[in-house]
């Protein structure tokens, strides 16, 4: 599969990892609604006092969950292209292209995978 044209994405590893878990993160607010059957939710963590049926606001747990999924996404982003540029600047990104040509086994490795 791929997306936005040149990036691959075989294994759909966005679609499954990436909208299961913004999916789930976003549903943790609903579901932990003690109305729901939740265990509801630390109030004051000072001194653990659990937030009551009649307290506990679906909408504000949601909009709570969707706030970190964006600074999740956000973080992500960032070491992301933090850790590209570092692999960019120290040891490269491409071979060059005699390498390429001549086939990355001989010379990456110094042997050759086929012997045929």
Wanted: hydrophobic content about 45%.
């Amino acid at each position: 599969m791929r997306l936005g044209g040149r990036h691959a994405n075989s294994l759909d590893v966005f679609g499954v990892h990436g909208v299961g878990g913004i999916v789930g993160a976003l549903l943790t607010g609903v579901f932990n609604s003690p109305s729901l059957g939740g265990p509801s939710a630390v109030g004051d963590w000072v001194t653990v006092s659990m937030v009551t049926a009649d307290a506990y606001s679906i909408a504000a747990q949601v909009w709570t969950q969707a706030k970190a999924v964006l600074l999740t996404i956000v973080w992500s982003g960032v070491v992301s292209v933090a850790a590209y540029k570092i692999v960019d600047l120290t040891i490269g990104l491409r071979v060059t292209e005699e390498e390429e040509r001549e086939g990355l086994d001989i010379s990456s490795h110094g042997e050759s995978a086929y012997h045929g």
